[in-house]
């Protein structure tokens, strides 16, 4: 198994720890028949609930792409050295995103995002180097 896919395992089990830590939070803060319900007029969660919340939907929408171009890579046998290291740079800055997150510290929250879509890129443009 290549690098490349080792971080995308690696960051589909970071995406699963959080969504468990969002669900026992969220119970925490609410309760387990409300979360068993339909959840009609529950509104947001505050505090910690919130942002466990906030921080798995983010790393579910860029789950996605990293996910999109690392099986791109992999399928096309261009997966090397730079889209390793991209990936690499994903899930690491993705797991000190959902420490950051989860603490309440907001602009190196922003900071830590923005250094995981540099590991995208990196690989978007190692694949856009191999055409």
Do not use: C
Request: no cysteine.
């Amino acid at each position: 198994m290549s690098m490349d896919l080792k971080y995308l395992l690696f960051s589909v089990l970071l995406a699963l720890v959080k969504v468990l830590i969002a669900a026992a939070s969220a119970n925490q803060a609410v309760g387990l028949e409300t979360l068993a319900g339909n959840r009609e007029g529950m509104g947001e969660l505050a505090g910690f609930a919130g942002r466990a919340r906030r921080a798995h939907l983010n790393m579910i929408e860029n789950l996605v792409l990293f996910a999109a171009v690392v099986l791109i890579a992999a399928v096309a046998g261009k997966a090397n050295a730079t889209t390793a290291m991209g990936a690499m740079i994903f899930f690491w800055a993705r797991l000190a995103y959902a420490v950051i997150y989860l603490i309440g510290v907001p602009w190196l929250r922003t900071l830590a995002w923005f250094v995981s879509v540099i590991g995208m890129v990196m690989i978007a443009w190692a694949l856009l180097q191999a055409m």
